[in-house]
Structure formats: C-alpha cells, structure tokens
C-alpha cells in the first residue's frame, strides 16, 4: 500500500520560499502513469489545488501560483518537492501531497503538514 | 477556471437517514468527477469517482450520480461514521477545482 509522508518547515517568514518535500513509500513513484500533486487547504480558501508534477517532470500548476511555484521529483530518494516564492500570510495552509491516477483521482493522500507564514 | 458550486454548504441529519449533497459545475466537466469525505482533522479520503464509482473500500450505502453538469453524492442509511465534510472535485481540466464542501452534522 504506498503511502506519503509531507515534511518541510512548519513556520516561513513572509516573502521567503517555503519548501516542502513529499516521501512516497510502499511503491516506486516511476511506477505506473501516476500524477505526484500537491494540494492545500485553508479556512478561506477551502481545498486548492496547487499543481501536478509526472516523474518524467513535466508539470502543470494553477495558473494564479504559476509564477511562484516549483515542483520536482527526485527518482533517488522516492519524493518529490514543492517550492512556493514570496509567500505572504494568504499561504498558510495546511498542504497536502498526494497520488493521482491516471485520470487524476486522488486516490493516496499524505496526513497533511501546516505550514504558517508569518514574521 | 471551472467552478464547482456544491449545496447545501452544510446539512443536519440522523442516523439511518439519507442524504443528498449537490456539486454544480460552471461548464461541461462530462464524467470527470469525484467526491471526497473528510474527517476533522484528517485528510480527504476518495469516496467516489468517474461520477459514480465506488474506491475500493467505500460502503455501497455512498453513491454518486450525474445529470447534465449537476452531480450528487447520496448516502443511504447514515451511519456515524459518514458524519464528516464532503467535496466534489473535478479533474476535466487544470486547475483541477474542488467545492467548497458540505458538512454533514447529527442532528
């Protein structure tokens, strides 16, 4: 049963990059035709779809954090990364990863990480 | 972006009762939707997909159905456990949008 693990700081300071990296064990994330996804929530803004990234590394992001976000996947050590620049206080938020299916289901979720931006 | 639009935003029920939560989209998302229970504190679980399959593991008593561009999760026979928040999420096109949620509470 493959399972994800998000890890990465918990407190940013604003306009620095917050980073957070998702472990995936229990399967190889070059197996399959799986989408590594990154996904938040926060009380304004309920579940938000961040972006996908496919082991190959092409990647798709939302369109309004596109500008900002960065994600990547390390083969190696089984986990792939998240990069979001310049945050501000409106990017806390719980983040989670997880794997999609081929048609983009999110089937494995991680347990979540709460990332707080503030000074 | 296409807009999921999901009613009520929050529904009372009992155990054993049924239940029908919504999820509209802005534009045609054709069979490319799924439903999502989350748990205080947890992360979302998939329930539903494709509109209306079931994930492995998910009682029969949650079903999902779709008419036009309006899909709806039904849960029969409630039991404790559903009592948590549910979305719909479509996957038609980035970015892939969720509701806002509906939260399912004893009455």
């Known amino acids: 049963q493959v399972q994800l693990q998000e890890s990465g700081p918990g407190l940013v300071k604003p306009s620095q990059t917050l980073s957070l990296t998702c472990t995936v064990s229990g399967d190889s994330i070059t197996s399959g035709s799986y989408h590594w996804t990154w996904i938040r929530q926060s009380a304004g803004r309920g579940l938000e779809w961040i972006g996908r990234i496919y082991p190959t590394g092409s990647a798709d992001y939302k369109s309004s954090l596109a500008s900002r976000v960065t994600m990547s996947v390390d083969t190696s050590k089984n986990q792939f990364s998240l990069k979001l620049s310049s945050v501000t206080a409106a990017d806390t938020a719980v983040y989670y990863c997880?794997?999609?299916?081929?048609?983009?289901?999110?089937?494995?979720w991680g347990q979540g990480t709460l990332v707080t931006v503030s000074s | 972006d296409i807009q999921m639009t999901q009613s009520p935003s929050s529904v009372s029920a009992s155990i054993g009762d049924r239940v029908t939560i919504t999820c509209r989209a802005s534009q045609g998302i054709a069979s490319w939707l799924a439903w999502y229970q989350q748990q205080p504190g947890k992360a979302p679980r998939l329930l539903i997909y494709a509109v209306s399959t079931l994930e492995s593991g998910v009682p029969s008593r949650f079903s999902g159905s779709r008419s036009g561009t309006d899909f709806t999760l039904t849960i029969t026979s409630l039991q404790s456990e559903d009592f948590a928040t549910y979305y719909c999420q479509q996957t038609k096109s980035f970015p892939h949008t969720f509701g806002q949620g509906t939260k399912l509470e004893i009455k």
């Open positions: 997880a794997r999609a299916s081929p048609l983009f289901y999110l089937h494995h």
